[in-house]
């Protein structure tokens, strides 16, 4: 009998970084009892995102921030600015990721590859808190 | 029960431009009575895309489009260019963006954030009729 | 009555390049005789990930290759390295694609359209082995 399971996880992000929440997931998948489904992850922001990425050398992360802010630049070449320097370029790299992704649930976990954790990318350079929602559909 | 619903929506660009269709999508919804569920919006072209973006300060736009004009310029330097030069950077374009989005319904409603809006993301030149599929399983 | 169906489908990769596998998805399809609902494909890798392209030029798969060297170069210039100067521009070109696609299925098709060709796009050097995990829910 299919049915579904809503949770709204909020995450305190640090400035630019990539925050690792793949361990919050799979215990709140654990908490329905749904073992085989879709679970789909929405970030309610258009200045954070959401992404897939290696899970094991922290460089990874480093290299990231320094090739968005490369391709993305703060500056004063954008038309919208009153939010702050860092706001339109964050707005980018929410484009340029993703807003929401879905995986797969097979016995009760998510079908990612051996290196696969999933983190929340904030692209402003304050504190935020993030919203995320988290929706799984299954038996 | 678990149900679905399908609908074809049907938009038309005026060349390079976001336009906002969030309303037309929350009108569906409404017609198809299922509550709590997951959305798919699916973009049946490869020079057009989906994003999700603010949805107040239309300068926003207009940054927007300059940085996909920087990054993915117009030029000779194509190897695909029978079908006009603003062809291949809209296969671009629309790789580094989405040509589905799937959002969760909760009571009725996307859980999208205050500033989120949803928009068609025209990459060619000229006006084109674009279809977007809406697949909508719930109950 | 809602049902769900699960694939993991490999596919050998032969160094940076656009495969297309849109064939084997609608073979699988077909054999789960679900006839509508959700198909969600996920790539279980950080250096390979899914696209929609055009279907027709392969011009336009050479142009998508020089692109996404031109804007995520190799070079001595990433942290990380040990796994390879092709491999932490590898992680930014699945970033800036896609890791998962979630397609609507209606009457035993996926809803592309008439260009839309689904690619596994690898972005390492060397050949790999690569999974990806078909899952569709519906009736």
Redesign the interface.
């Known amino acids: 009998m299919?049915k579904?399971s809503?949770h709204h996880l909020i995450l305190f992000s640090q400035g630019k970084s990539l925050l690792p929440f793949t361990q919050k997931i799979s215990e709140w998948i654990t908490s329905t009892s749904i073992q085989?489904?879709?679970l789909?992850l929405?970030c309610?922001?258009?200045s954070a995102s959401l992404?897939?990425?290696?899970n094991v050398?922290p460089?990874?992360r480093?290299?990231?921030l320094a090739?968005f802010d490369r391709?993305?630049p703060e500056g004063n070449h954008?038309?919208?600015s009153?939010e702050g320097l860092d706001d339109?370029p964050a707005?980018?790299c929410?484009?340029?990721?993703n807003?929401?992704?879905?995986?797969?649930i097979?016995n009760g976990k998510m079908?990612?590859?051996?290196?696969?954790g999933i983190y929340l990318f904030e692209h402003r350079r304050h504190s935020h808190e993030r919203?995320i929602?988290l929706?799984l559909?299954?038996?």
Chains 1, 2, 3 share one sequence.
């Open positions: 299919m579904q809503f085989n489904g879709l789909t929405w309610r922001h258009t992404t897939v990425q290696e050398d460089t990874v480093k290299d990231i090739f391709i993305v954008y038309a919208h009153l339109m707005h980018l929410t484009m340029l990721t807003t929401h992704l879905s995986i797969p097979e079908v990612l590859g051996t290196w696969q919203e929602v929706h559909m299954g038996e």
